[in-house]
């Protein structure tokens, strides 16, 4: 376990981490993000009934865009050459999930071979992903609600494997 932030100097200044003596290693993060919405608005989108075109591809296609940029939007990031972007978007329906919420979920997979990992990429591109769906359905449903982004695993690197546990 790290006992100081990394981002923060002795002084605490912030700051980007010299990474330059680490070695390369392959490295893979899986995020999920959930957008809940009324049950109409999903069936808009599964019919590709929404007013603004295929909602899912285009949420797909946004995820994958920003994982490729987080490095220009969290000021500390180190830019990465990623080797793999991958954002699946699964529909829920009434009854799926314990808490009745029907929605769209969005499981995202980034891979790097590198000096750092690539949770922030995974990460961004969930979150991104449940933007879009947002952003093509806010006509309809401006209650959407956007939850639950949190990296789900990690592997590569120094500290190695990292999973969720069921309760966290």
């Known amino acids: 376990m790290v006992d100081q932030l990394t981002h923060i100097d002795e002084k605490g200044d912030v700051r980007m981490v010299d990474v330059s003596a680490k070695p390369d290693t392959e490295r893979v993060a899986v995020a999920e993000g959930f957008i809940a919405m009324k049950p109409e608005t999903l069936s808009l989108i599964v019919e590709g009934k929404a007013a603004k075109g295929d909602v899912l591809a285009c949420a797909r296609v946004a995820g994958v865009m920003a994982a490729k940029k987080t ?16 954002v699946e978007c699964t529909p829920v329906f009434a009854g799926e999930r314990p808490d009745g919420a029907v929605g769209i ?19 961004t591109a969930a979150g991104v992903a449940c933007l879009t769906v947002y952003d093509m359905c806010k006509a309809v449903d401006r209650g959407m609600e956007i939850t639950d982004v949190r990296l789900l695993r990690k592997d590569g690197g120094k500290t190695g494997l990292w999973e969720r546990t069921p309760s966290a």
Not at 71 to 83: E, Q, V
């Open 71 to 86: 490095s220009d939007l969290i000021p500390m990031c180190h830019p990465l050459a990623i080797t793999k972007a991958k």
């Open 105 to 123: 979920h969005v499981t995202t997979t980034c891979g790097v071979t590198g000096k750092t990992g690539i949770e922030m990429e995974a990460l």
